[in-house]
């Protein structure tokens, strides 16, 4: 209806479904180690071979090792990546740095809290098998200890409070060159609807409304989780519509800084921006039964580069193939325009 009153401004809309694999397929990467270490104060350190970037990687490391050890989240220290510590770490990248590194905190935890059992089965008067680590207490038999009591028994029963963890993400290997093999231990999956508006007379736009459902699996952390399919979503954004490479004829990259490189700014947020994380849908082969998410939502994006197609397209006849450069600049969509409203 809207495009059918407007001469010079044209809406879109499309729909971009997502399948993205996790997994390094150069199988040899698929690993990760960590070192936990337990104080008998009740606090715990933790080194991880992943490596924090802004994603929220070490809160999601402090989130598993809270939940195994049963302690408050600020009776965790998570340690600056250093090879000192967790040695061969392998490259945080491939959406997989929650998967192997969580994996290896987690092993790592458990080792602990197995040598802890028959101390704390012990004091308690219960089986090992009643023993639960909760809320800074170990708790069995109808009575509970604080954790840092039962860090002191072990202590002074000469049980080590320390231990490595590793993981290795099985059943993955792929031949490249014979393109045959498991690359993915998993999918991600997503989708995303986006409505636009386009000025045929200018070439500019505007992303009115972004709805987003993204597959996280059981969510580590949802915050994060959610900030993380947002930002993914708008990267994209600026990958197909603001970020215009250009080189000079002899080969000097011409668009070298923020002066004239253009990247999405916080303006350029749709302002109906709804994302939901798919309920209800444990993934049981990774730890806490997530799922990794930090580039599958960057694709969702594809679904503006659609949007702005179908609104170029309402500029002409709907059989007309529409012809757009992408990144889709302001200069990019004026001349799509212009090809689809030739006569």
């Given at each position: ?11 879109g809309?499309?729909?971009q ?9 150069v ?5 990760a ?14 080194n ?14 402090a ?7 049963g302690?408050?989240?600020d ?9 000192e510590?967790?040695?061969n770490?392998?490259?945080?990248a491939a959406?997989s ?14 080792k602990?809290t ?8 012990n004091i308690?008067?219960?089986?090992e098998?009643d023993?639960r ?8 038999g109808?009575?509970?200890k604080?954790?840092?009591?039962i860090a ?6 000469h ?10 993400t ?7 060159e014979?393109?045959q093999g498991?690359?993915?231990y ?35 952390v ?19 519509t603001?970020e215009?490479?250009?080189?000079h ?5 011409l ?6 490189y253009?990247?999405p700014?916080f ?9 939901a994380?798919?309920e ?6 990774v730890?806490g ?32 193939q ?7 600049t302001p ?13």
């Amino acid at each position: 209806e809207f495009n059918a009153t407007h001469e010079h401004v044209k809406r879109g809309l499309a729909f971009q479904p997502v399948k993205f694999g996790i997994s390094f397929t150069v199988s040899v990467l698929n690993q990760a180690g960590a070192l936990v270490v337990v104080y008998t104060d009740g606090s715990a350190q933790i080194n991880h071979g992943g490596t924090e970037m802004g994603q929220g990687l070490h809160t999601k490391m402090a989130a598993i090792a809270a939940d195994t050890l049963g302690l408050p989240s600020d009776r965790i220290r998570v340690m600056h990546t250093n090879t000192e510590k967790v040695p061969n770490t392998t490259p945080t990248a491939a959406s997989s740095g929650s998967d192997l590194n969580g994996a290896a905190v987690l092993d790592a935890c458990r080792k602990i809290t197995d040598r802890m059992r028959p101390v704390a089965a012990n004091i308690l008067g219960c089986s090992e098998a009643d023993i639960r680590f909760e809320a800074g207490e170990i708790r069995g038999g109808g009575e509970s200890k604080p954790f840092a009591e039962i860090a002191n028994a072990c202590w002074a029963q000469h049980v080590s409070l320390s231990a490595t963890g590793f993981w290795a993400t099985p059943g993955v290997a792929y031949d490249r060159e014979q393109g045959q093999g498991t690359p993915f231990y998993y999918f991600a999956y997503g989708g995303a609807v986006s409505e636009v508006e386009l000025n045929g007379l200018t070439g500019e736009h505007r992303v009115r409304r972004v709805d987003i459902l993204h597959d996280v699996g059981n969510p580590l952390v949802p915050s994060i989780d959610r900030g993380q399919v947002e930002g993914a979503f708008i990267q994209g954004m600026g990958w197909l519509t603001d970020e215009e490479v250009l080189y000079h004829d002899d080969g000097r990259c011409l668009t070298v800084g923020p002066s004239t490189y253009k990247i999405p700014s916080f303006g350029d947020t749709p302002p109906e921006f709804n994302v939901a994380l798919l309920e209800r849908a444990p993934n049981e082969r990774v730890v806490g039964g997530s799922k990794a998410v930090g580039e599958p939502p960057f694709l969702l994006a594809i679904s503006v580069a659609h949007a702005l197609r179908h609104a170029v397209q309402a500029f002409g006849p709907e059989h007309r193939q529409v012809e757009l450069s992408l990144p889709a600049t302001p200069e990019a969509l004026l001349r799509a325009v212009q090809a689809q409203t030739r006569s």
